[in-house]
Each structure stands twice: as C-alpha cells, then as structure tokens.
C-alpha cells in the first residue's frame, strides 16, 4: 500500500515531462511549418508572376517545395527588412522622446490618419486601387489603419480594459492578415518585374545549341519562331536556324535559342534577338518546352550580354565568342 503515492508521483512527473517535450516541440515545428508554409505560398507568387510574363504555365516548370521556399527569398527580404527598419525607427522615436509624446494629445491625429488608411485599403478591396503597380503599398492601408486606431483607443481613458483587449485581438488579426496580402503582392510585382527586366536584356542568358536525333518541328518561319536572317560578312547572327547533318547520332541542329531556365525534366528556350538591344516581346516571340530526355544534346554558350561582374575578372585575355 504505501507503494502507491510512489507510483502516481512518478506517473505525474513521467506525464509533465511529455508535456514539457509535446510543448517544445509545438513551439519548434509550428512556427517552423508556418514559415516554410508562407516561403513557399509566396514564391510560388513570385515564380507565377514571373513565369507567366512569358506565357508559361507554373505547373510545367515542376519545382519543388525546396525550390520555391529558395526563390521566396528574393520576395522576403525586402518587405521583411523594412518592417524591421520601421518598427527599430518606432522604437527608437519611442526612447528618445521618452514622456514627450505623453504631454501632446496624438489621439486625434492618428484616429483621423487610421481612418484614411483604412478607407485606402477598403478602396483596394473594391478594386480600385490608386496605383496598379504599388498595390502591395495600399494593402498595408488596413495594417497602418488599425494600429493607429488602437494607439488612440489606448490614450481614451473612457475605453474599459475588456473592450480595448477585444479591439486589440482583432485588430492583430487584421494587422497580420494585411501584412500576407501586402507582402504576396510584392512577390507578385517584385516576379513581374524581373520578368520585365530580363524581356528587355534576355541575351545576359545563356544560348543554347539544340542536337537532336528526331525532327522536332520547330520552324523557323511559324510565328514566334522568327525568320532566318543570313549571317553578314563581319558580324550578325541568325536568329533561329534549323539544320540537317549528314552524319552523327543527333542529325538535327537548332541554332538561335536562349535558355530561359531547365525544370521539371524540360528546357524553356526562346529565340534570341537578332538586334543587340532588342526586347522579347510576347506579341511575337514563343517558349518552346523541349523535353530533357536521351533524344536530345545540348550545348550553352555564354549570352551576348553576358554581365562579368568584376569580382570574376582572371589575368590575361578573354575568348571573344563569335558567331
């Protein structure tokens, strides 16, 4: 009998150290799944901006969960360094004002100023946004709106404590809902405008030889295939050229690509400009999807445009790659 109390001590510690390991775990893997959970939403975001300013379907490229948290970075620096900037500049006003800020009503102005962001925000809701391009900046609206609303709620002595907790649970909720809306329309614009950056400078990619064993039925005159232009003497490329050798295991050559990027088991090629400076453009430009499989070789060779960043300078001269 007197064995007992021993062992229901012993099952209370063994049931409080399994909940201490349940809870340290709850707090390591939640937030981790979250944040690899809203890495991947956006740069998928990104990915499908900047993927579809060239008419490709996101579901062909088949990355991976790893390839989109990886490519999210790019979209989540910036947002998530300006609001670290923000609240470090808040917090410092805050120290170096000290009680100053305390001997001047600011209610007023911020419950005017909240309302106007929010009525911002409600504006971009009913689509009518004041600047296509900068919607992600009127999506922070109803965050901005509601965290200066809750300052002036918190300098009203007349609020009870109740109501101004149940203000600021909500208030935190939409707070962070605005923040996600506002940072996946920045991955969306930031995809969109690489993609444009890169239309009008393509050639700062890789050219890309196609050798293939079959006939693939690209031809050079089909829209968006370009028409063959004849090599200059002194200079000129073709843009995109079709060949048949007489002798070899890949017959076929196709000449004039630029790799767009490999994945999913294809490559995303585009003809290359022919005029230095030349920007692709949809209107008449296409991206074929040639399938990375045994039919095939491949050869790259640096872009016209190529930019040598000046870290990677080595002695001595550089090959000039020609035609």
Known sequence: M???????????????????????????????????????????????????????????????????????????????????????????????????????NLAPIAAFVGLCFLILGIALLAGGPIANRYAYLQALGPALGVSLLLYALAQNRAVSRHAFGAAVFVGIAVVLVSLFWATSDYAATRGQADARDLARDITVLPSLTIFSKENLDINPSAPGGGQPQPVKPGGGCPLLTVSKLRTGVYPYVYRGFT????????????????????????????????????????????????HRAPLTETAGPHPVFTC
């Open 2 to 104: 007197p064995a007992a109390p021993e062992t229901e001590t012993a099952s209370e510690e063994v049931g409080s150290q399994g909940r201490r390991v349940a809870g340290l775990i709850a707090a390591v893997v939640a937030p981790v799944t979250l944040v690899t959970a809203l890495a991947y939403y956006f740069g998928y975001r990104r990915e499908s901006a900047f993927a579809g300013y060239f008419g490709i379907d996101p579901s062909t490229l088949g990355f991976t969960t790893n390839d989109y948290v990886l490519r999210s970075v790019d979209a989540l620096f910036v947002p998530i360094t300006v609001l670290l900037l923000v609240a470090f500049g808040a917090v410092f006003l805050h120290a170096l004002a000290g009680d100053r800020f305390q001997r001047i």
């Open 259 to 306: 790799l767009l990027l490999q994945s999913g088991g294809n490559y995303f090629v585009t003809p290359t400009p022919v005029d230095a400076g030349t920007h692709w453009n949809a209107a008449n430009q296409s991206v074929f999807v040639i399938p990375d499989d045994g039919n095939i070789r491949v050869e790259l060779t640096r872009g016209a445009d190529y």
